[in-house]
Nanobody, 120 residues
Framework: EVQLQASGGGLVQAGGSLTLACAAS????????IAWYRQVPGKEREGLLC????????YYSEAVKGRFAISSDSARNTVYLQMNSLKPEDTAVYYC?????????????WGKGTLVTVSS
């Protein structure tokens, strides 16, 4: 059974940093891409970044370029989202999603989200 578990959310001041983790299980880690998304209540889910062993890193959002970074640890079956220079508008529930092989922006599997709140 494919499982994704996002963690690491919390309250942080504007300008601060936070690292989220997405722990994956139930599938061959290197055969899947994993991406980070976020959603603000009342708005559509927004894709941020994706990482796939077969194609590297894909940015879905220009808004986070230069501030957010994605990395992968195959030994731990975990993908991380390093978030720097956080802004109040980064406040959202952050989700990780997985899809087979490549980053197309349409994950077939989702984990439960983790809330990030950035105070001004």
């Amino acid at each position: 059974e494919v499982q994704l578990q996002a963690s690491g959310g919390g309250l942080v001041q504007a300008g601060g940093s936070l690292t989220l983790a997405c722990a994956a299980s139930g599938f061959i880690f290197d055969d899947y891409s994993i991406a980070w998304y976020r959603q603000v209540p009342g708005k559509e889910r927004e894709g941020l970044l994706c990482i796939a062993s077969r194609e590297g890193i894909t940015y879905y959002s220009e808004a986070v370029k230069g501030r957010f970074a994605i990395s992968s640890d195959s030994a731990r079956n975990t993908v991380y989202l390093q978030m720097n220079s956080l802004k109040p508008e980064d406040t959202a529930v952050y989700y990780c999603g997985a899809e087979h092989y490549y980053c197309s922006g349409y994950p077939g599997y989702w984990g439960k989200g983790t809330l990030v709140t950035v105070s001004s």
